[in-house]
Protein backbone atom coordinates (compact mmCIF):
# COMPACT_ATOMS: atom_id res chain seq x y z
CA UNK A 1 0.00 0.00 0.00
CA UNK A 2 2.76 2.37 0.60
CA UNK A 3 4.69 1.67 -2.88
CA UNK A 4 0.87 2.73 -4.05
CA UNK A 5 0.95 5.44 -2.09
CA UNK A 6 4.22 6.85 -3.30
CA UNK A 7 3.16 6.57 -7.13
CA UNK A 8 -0.46 7.55 -6.46
CA UNK A 9 0.35 10.96 -8.14
CA UNK A 10 0.94 8.87 -11.28
CA UNK A 11 -1.78 6.77 -10.74
CA UNK A 12 -4.31 9.59 -10.37
CA UNK A 13 -3.24 11.04 -13.82
CA UNK A 14 -4.58 8.10 -14.96
CA UNK A 15 -8.47 8.86 -13.83
CA UNK A 16 -8.38 6.30 -11.27
CA UNK A 17 -8.98 5.87 -7.80
CA UNK A 18 -6.74 3.38 -5.83
CA UNK A 19 -9.33 1.29 -2.52
CA UNK A 20 -7.72 -1.12 -0.49
CA UNK A 21 -10.19 -3.68 1.80
CA UNK A 22 -8.80 -5.39 4.38
CA UNK A 23 -10.03 -7.33 7.44
CA UNK A 24 -8.12 -4.86 9.48
CA UNK A 25 -10.30 -2.62 11.98
CA UNK A 26 -11.27 0.99 10.87
CA UNK A 27 -8.68 1.89 14.08
CA UNK A 28 -6.14 -0.69 12.77
CA UNK A 29 -6.61 1.06 9.44
CA UNK A 30 -6.78 4.58 10.41
CA UNK A 31 -3.21 4.15 12.76
CA UNK A 32 -1.37 2.24 9.65
CA UNK A 33 -2.71 5.12 6.81
CA UNK A 34 -1.60 8.11 9.05
CA UNK A 35 1.69 6.40 10.05
CA UNK A 36 1.88 5.35 6.64
CA UNK A 37 0.84 8.48 4.80
CA UNK A 38 -1.70 6.77 2.80
CA UNK A 39 -4.28 9.07 1.74
CA UNK A 40 -6.65 7.06 -0.61
CA UNK A 41 -9.29 5.02 1.20
CA UNK A 42 -8.88 1.61 3.28
CA UNK A 43 -11.84 -0.06 3.96
CA UNK A 44 -12.45 -2.53 6.39
CA UNK A 45 -13.84 -5.86 6.74
CA UNK A 46 -13.64 -7.10 10.10
CA UNK A 47 -15.75 -10.03 9.74
CA UNK A 48 -14.51 -10.43 6.04
CA UNK A 49 -17.91 -10.73 4.63
CA UNK A 50 -17.10 -8.51 1.54
CA UNK A 51 -13.68 -10.36 1.28
CA UNK A 52 -15.71 -13.95 0.94
CA UNK A 53 -18.59 -12.28 -1.31
CA UNK A 54 -15.73 -11.33 -3.47
CA UNK A 55 -14.19 -14.72 -3.11
CA UNK A 56 -10.56 -13.13 -2.80
CA UNK A 57 -9.82 -15.50 0.17
CA UNK A 58 -7.79 -18.41 0.83
CA UNK A 59 -8.22 -21.77 2.09
CA UNK A 60 -7.15 -20.36 5.27
CA UNK A 61 -9.68 -17.54 4.76
CA UNK A 62 -7.23 -15.00 4.04
CA UNK A 63 -7.66 -12.70 1.67
CA UNK A 64 -5.33 -12.43 -1.35
CA UNK A 65 -3.42 -8.98 -1.94
CA UNK A 66 -5.11 -7.21 -4.34
CA UNK A 67 -5.74 -3.49 -5.68
CA UNK A 68 -9.44 -2.62 -7.05
CA UNK A 69 -9.03 0.27 -10.39
CA UNK A 70 -11.94 2.25 -9.81
CA UNK A 71 -12.95 4.95 -13.05
CA UNK A 72 -13.88 8.41 -12.71
CA UNK A 73 -17.79 7.05 -12.88
CA UNK A 74 -16.99 4.66 -10.07
CA UNK A 75 -16.99 1.25 -11.46
CA UNK A 76 -14.62 -1.24 -11.07
CA UNK A 77 -12.45 -1.58 -13.78
CA UNK A 78 -9.67 -4.14 -12.94
CA UNK A 79 -9.18 -6.41 -10.06
CA UNK A 80 -6.11 -7.57 -9.68
CA UNK A 81 -5.52 -10.09 -7.18
CA UNK A 82 -2.48 -12.44 -6.01
CA UNK A 83 -2.48 -16.14 -4.63
CA UNK A 84 0.40 -15.72 -2.54
CA UNK A 85 0.37 -13.69 0.64
CA UNK A 86 3.75 -11.92 0.32
CA UNK A 87 4.06 -11.21 -3.29
CA UNK A 88 2.41 -7.74 -4.38
CA UNK A 89 1.94 -6.20 -8.01
CA UNK A 90 4.36 -3.48 -7.97
CA UNK A 91 2.78 0.33 -8.75
CA UNK A 92 4.15 0.39 -12.44
CA UNK A 93 2.19 -2.37 -12.99
CA UNK A 94 -0.51 -0.97 -11.68
CA UNK A 95 -0.03 1.84 -13.88
CA UNK A 96 0.08 -0.02 -16.93
CA UNK A 97 -2.35 -2.17 -16.22
CA UNK A 98 -4.62 0.98 -15.84
CA UNK A 99 -3.27 2.46 -19.23
CA UNK A 100 -4.46 -1.10 -21.21
CA UNK A 101 -8.01 -0.61 -19.66
CA UNK A 102 -7.79 2.64 -21.50
CA UNK A 103 -7.09 1.18 -24.94
Not at 78 to 100: C, N, P, Q
Amino acid sequence: MVQLQENLEAIAATDTQVVAISYDSVAILKKFAETSGITFPLLSDPDSATIRAFGIHNKKGLPHPGTYVIGADRKVLAAIFIEGYVDRHTAAELVETIGEIGR
